[in-house]
Every structure is written in C-alpha cells, then in structure tokens.
C-alpha cells in the first residue's frame, strides 16, 4: 500500500547509545518531516526537508540530525539518546498542498 | 508554551449525538488549521481543514468552525458513530505549510 513506512516500530535504547529511524514515502511527495509526540504536548516538529537536499530545524531539534538520502527517504539520527528523548516518533510527508501523510510511528525508550 | 490548545483531554458522546471538539490557539498570525484523527498504534490521518478567510468548513459529518476574534475553532462530528472513537488533534500554521503547530489532543469516546 502506497504511504509513508517508518522503521522500526518499537526500539529501546541505553543512555549514550546511537541510533536511526528510517523512514521511507513512495507518493513521491516533495516535503518530509520527522515529529516527536509527548502526552501532553501533541505532535512537536524535530526537523523538516521541504524538497530533496535542504533540511530545516523545526520546533525542537536539538540532540536530533537529518539526512534527505533522496526523494523518497528521510531518516532521523540520535547521536547520544537521552532519557528526555523518550517519545513516540513520527515521520510525515506532503506533496504541494497542506495535507500530511503520516507513518505508523516509533516507539523509543531510552533507559 | 504551546500556541495551540485543547483543554479537553478526553469527551464522551452517546452514539448518535453530536461531538463538539474545542481548540484555542494564541498566535494572531496563524490562517489555517487542520484537524486530525488518530487511532492507537497507527499516524494521524487528515480530517478536514479550515482557512483564516472562512469560518466554516463542511465535509459530510464534519464542521469545522473558525472564530477569529476569539482564537477559538471548534469541530462538530453529526451524528456521533462508534467508529468516530478517536484522539482528535487541532493544529495551525501561519503562512508556512511546512510548520503546523499541534494541539496535545482530545479523546473521543463514542458510546454505544
């Protein structure tokens, strides 16, 4: 089925330790976005890539990097994976309109 | 602080009665709003939007209603269906599709 692909889906992470969430369209949508969601807090914007090769810091970037591998890929990066970034992970994309198609999430504990 | 808020986390609604989700934003300079449904362990899915040039939008069952002045949009959900069980997110963006601010949401419990 035609949508965005989010992996993995469940991951628990030390203290200190790297990983990548990968995320992956295929509408061949132009802008793609990576939100962090806390309860309480609704969906918060990490990064976003508003076309292939240039990415932008959104609401709370910090302690996250990006990388546009090509149109159809964004993928999101901790460094060093703080218990603050426990959290479910959405990536998003939209073609040329206001509508967002958002992947079935990430869940990340860091211990 | 959060420039979109929905003060109500949860709201229970008879089956065939109407839902009415509220939203309250702070940020003068927003001119359009969105409204997503979430059902768990899967992403949002798009509802129904609403431009700062109307004050009400209507797709089917759905309304949603945009009061400037008050900083306040409201969706209306008529008639009421179990299936409609949901967590509801308002969100806004001034003059930047690639920038939506998300309300923390509202739960939807639709009985039967």
């Known amino acids: 089925n035609a949508g965005v692909t989010q992996t993995p889906k469940f991951q628990v992470l030390k203290t200190g330790q790297s990983m990548t969430l990968q995320c992956a369209q295929d509408?061949?949508?132009?802008?793609m976005y990576w939100y962090r969601q806390d309860p309480g807090m609704g969906l918060r914007l990490i990064y976003y890539s508003a076309s292939e090769g240039t990415t932008d810091k959104g609401e709370v970037p910090n302690g996250y990097n990006v990388s546009r591998l090509n149109k159809r890929e964004f993928s999101l990066r901790l460094e060093s994976a703080a218990p603050s970034q426990t959290s479910v992970y959405f990536c998003?994309?939209?073609?040329?309109?206001?509508?967002?198609?958002f992947g079935s999430g990430t869940r990340l504990t860091v211990v | 602080d959060q420039q979109v808020k929905q003060n109500s986390p949860s709201l229970s609604v008879q089956e065939g009665r109407i839902s009415i989700l509220n939203c309250d934003y702070t940020?003068?300079?927003?001119?359009?709003f969105l409204w997503y449904k979430k059902y768990p362990a899967e992403g949002p899915t798009f509802l129904i939007s609403i431009s700062s040039i109307k004050d009400k939008n209507e797709d089917g069952r759905f309304t949603v209603f945009l009061n400037k002045s008050a900083k306040h949009l409201s969706l209306h959900i008529v008639p009421s269906q179990p299936g409609d069980s949901a967590v509801y997110f308002c969100?806004?963006?001034?003059?930047?599709?690639?920038?939506?601010?998300f309300g923390s949401g509202t739960k939807l419990n639709v009985k039967p």
């Open positions: 509408m061949n949508h132009n802008s």
């Open positions: 969100a806004a963006s001034a003059n930047n599709f690639n920038k939506f601010y």
């Open positions: 940020n003068s300079m927003f001119d359009y």
């Open positions: 998003a994309s939209r073609s040329s309109f206001h509508s967002y198609t």
